[in-house]
């Protein structure tokens, strides 16, 4: 009765209401209902939880997971499925344009080309002449220009120019293409080395599964900060990248009806962008998925809360015990990655399947060649068990994802590049093929 007097009166209203007694008298209400017990006072007692746990539970609970959230993986396939889908669309689209552009310029140079059905091959073999030719004319015109130059230099320069351009024209496309793959990543490995570069180089050119960036996948996988890791990934690929160029050149000429292609130089680039981009998310959706609700789960485990201590004694001894549990780390890190291993790896597999007879030797340490079946086998092997062990040095499933690229691709991306290019071939093109 009290309690719901004070909501209703004001402060003068209550001080009257203590001091002048009510008009109902005490001999008007039975002893009875002045003492019945309210619904309140019936009521167990609530056990009311600490403020320790509740200050735990409001800023590490639900508030704590909210603020960070968990990482998709959305944004990252569709990134993948469309940057894909556009590069292999625009290689099929500058292939069907330099093939169209050097079947007429091979026709129109002579008569006896009009007369007689151009292949391939011819268009690859007038592609290299042009080539050539602006090599020498790029040597006729530093020959020119160091004539500027002090004499004792000039023939070192001429040798120079001749030492570097020589093997260039003598390599093969396939060749050619990787070489310049290893100078970009050459370059982007420079970039590493200039201090003010590298906050900038953190963030966009090395994919961290938990950064929610997706344009990284892409930049990541021509990015090396050692360069050991560069060197090692520029052999692989001048190795097998050629293998795999003159593979999609073969299954080009086996391809019915005929289609004329000028380069497969396009082609190669497609896959090799294509087997980093599904290599890199491969990693990504393991370390999302999987990585990141164990790693949560370990920090959230009640073995890592610290005990409560008592004594001076236990708090000495609980310190020392969690300091030498630091020491180790018992929960492993996500780390970002970057590197074309998983792109090299689709084409060593790709190779392997379309070579099978071939023979693989290391170069550093130099050892026997061996089945190139064998050695591949032998790094998918080592990649599994580094996973199951958990090493963290190299990104094991980013070369998982890139090996089983090279394999998918070697079933269906002749066919799947054939349709491709006739999707977006022009209709007099047809009828000329």
Not at 302 to 313: F, I, L, N, S, V
Not at 321 to 335: E, F, M, Y
């Amino acid at each position: 009765m009290f309690c719901a007097h004070l909501r209703r009166y004001s402060p003068r209203n209550i001080h009257s209401c203590i001091l002048r007694p009510s008009t109902r008298s005490f001999s008007q209400t039975t002893f009875r209902s002045a003492f019945r017990p309210t619904r309140l006072l019936r009521q167990e007692p609530q056990p009311q939880p600490q403020f320790r746990e509740e200050t735990v539970r409001e800023r590490f609970g639900e508030a704590f997971t909210e603020r960070i959230g968990r990482p998709h993986i959305r944004n990252q396939v569709m990134f993948v499925v469309f940057g894909s889908a556009l590069v292999f669309s625009y290689a099929a689209v500058r292939t069907n344009i330099e093939t169209e552009y050097w079947t007429k310029r091979l026709t129109a140079s002579s008569f006896v080309w009009s007369t007689q059905s151009i292949t391939s091959v011819d268009l690859k073999r007038a592609q290299n002449a042009e080539v050539i030719k602006d090599l020498r004319e790029w040597y006729a015109y530093i020959s020119g220009r160091i004539q500027e130059v002090p004499g004792l230099l000039r023939p070192w320069v001429g040798i120079a120019y001749v030492a570097v351009m020589q093997p260039y024209a003598d390599a093969s496309e396939g060749k050619r293409l990787c070489w310049k793959i290893c100078l970009f990543n050459a370059a982007v490995w420079a970039a590493w080395k200039f201090r003010r570069l590298q906050g900038p180089m953190r963030v966009s050119f090395m994919h961290h599964p938990l950064s929610g960036l997706s344009y990284t996948l892409l930049t990541s996988m021509f990015s090396h900060r050692s360069f050991l890791h560069l060197a090692f990934n520029c052999l692989a690929l001048e190795s097998f990248g050629s293998a795999a160029y003159y593979y999609f050149l073969r299954e080009q000429d086996k391809s019915s009806p005929p289609q004329l292609e000028s380069t497969a130089a396009w082609h190669f680039l497609g896959f090799f962008i294509s087997a980093g981009l599904f290599s890199g998310l491969v990693s990504h959706v393991v370390s999302a998925k999987f990585r990141y609700p164990r790693l949560i789960a370990q920090l959230a485990s009640p073995a890592r809360t610290p005990k409560a201590t008592d004594t001076w004694a236990s708090a000495v001894a609980a310190s020392a015990a969690s300091a030498k549990a630091a020491t180790k780390k018992a929960v492993p890190d996500i780390l970002p990655s970057l590197g074309a291993s998983g792109a090299v790896y689709g084409a060593v597999t790709l190779t392997a399947l379309a070579f099978p007879e071939s023979q693989v030797a290391l170069f550093i340490p130099p050892s026997y060649p061996i089945s190139i079946q064998w050695g591949v086998g032998g790094l998918v092997l080592m990649d599994i068990v580094g996973i199951l062990r958990g090493w963290r040095y190299l990104d094991h499933w980013a070369h998982l994802g890139g090996a089983a690229f090279g394999v998918a691709y070697y079933a269906y991306g002749p066919a799947f590049w054939r349709g491709l290019r006739q999707r977006f071939q022009s209709p007099n093109d047809r009828i000329a093929t």
